[in-house]
């Protein structure tokens, strides 16, 4: 079970890296693509995490000069933006993608 998890997070994850970039090889995803994925699963809401949220999560997780994240920093900024948009509600926690 928590295989297939981990493997929908990454498919999920490659599928919008690509996404409107014939070029991308799906190993990085730039931040438009980044604010696409959290749109559509609703990680954005407008209220607990803002565009602008999304925005300031991917410039802390990506490396200083790139313009794209990695899968692993892709895991650390979901783990930073799920317990806002999920306050009191649920508590994840993705042992293997603690760094």
């Not at 565009?51 to 994240?69: G, L, M, P, Q, W």
């Amino acid at each position: 079970q928590k295989k297939s998890f981990d493997q929908d997070v990454e498919t999920s994850f490659r599928k919008f890296a690509v996404h409107g970039d014939s070029k991308a090889t799906g190993k990085e995803m730039n931040g438009k693509n980044f604010a696409k994925i959290c749109k559509d699963c609703l990680i954005t809401d407008g209220k607990n995490v803002t565009t602008t949220d999304v925005d300031i999560v991917f410039t802390k997780v990506k490396s200083k000069s790139a313009r794209v994240i990695t899968f692993e920093q892709f895991i650390m900024a979901l783990t930073e933006l799920g317990p806002k948009r999920f306050k009191g509600k649920i508590n994840i926690i993705w042992p293997k993608y603690i760094f």
